[in-house]
Every structure is written in structure tokens, then in C-alpha cells.
């Protein structure tokens, strides 16, 4: 059996915590939408360049951006 002193136990429990920090999935996704709405409206509408984090190596903050930057010159054209 294992002999566990509560250095060892206190190690693991901030360690299973700590794997439960950072944005969710969705969360990610809505960052994308959000800087990808807002650059592809701005770029659209000429408007202004737009400052956007670019986490591309995250799916989910890619597949919002993608969503988003349709949504967001869609949303342009729409208005003219």
C-alpha cells in the first residue's frame, strides 16, 4: 500500500487544482468571435486597424476568430 506524508498529499492536491485554472473552451471561443467580429467589421467598414490577440495555435480561439470575422463584415455590409 502507499504511505503518503502530507507534504506529498498537499503537492497533489495543488497540482489537480491547478489543472482546473484557465479559460474554458467556450471561453476561448468567445475571445476569438469577439477580436474576429471586431476586425473583420473594422476592416469591412474601413474603419481602423484592429489590435486582436492571434492565439492561432488554439483551435477554439481560431475557430471563433473565423466565425467572428464573417459575422463582422457581414454585419458591415449589412449597414451600408
Do not use: H
Request: hydrophobic share 30%; with cysteine; charged share 25%.
Amino acid at each position: 500500500m502507499f504511505k503518503f506524508d502530507l507534504k506529498t498529499i498537499l503537492m497533489l492536491v495543488s497540482v489537480i487544482a491547478l489543472l482546473g485554472c484557465g479559460p474554458s473552451p467556450d471561453e476561448r471561443y468567445d475571445t476569438g468571435y469577439s477580436d474576429g467580429y471586431a476586425e473583420g467589421y473594422n476592416t469591412t467598414c474601413k474603419i481602423r486597424a484592429t489590435m486582436v490577440e492571434g492565439d492561432w495555435d488554439d483551435e477554439n480561439y481560431s475557430r471563433g476568430y473565423r466565425a467572428g470575422n464573417t459575422a463582422g463584415a457581414q454585419a458591415c455590409r449589412d449597414k451600408g
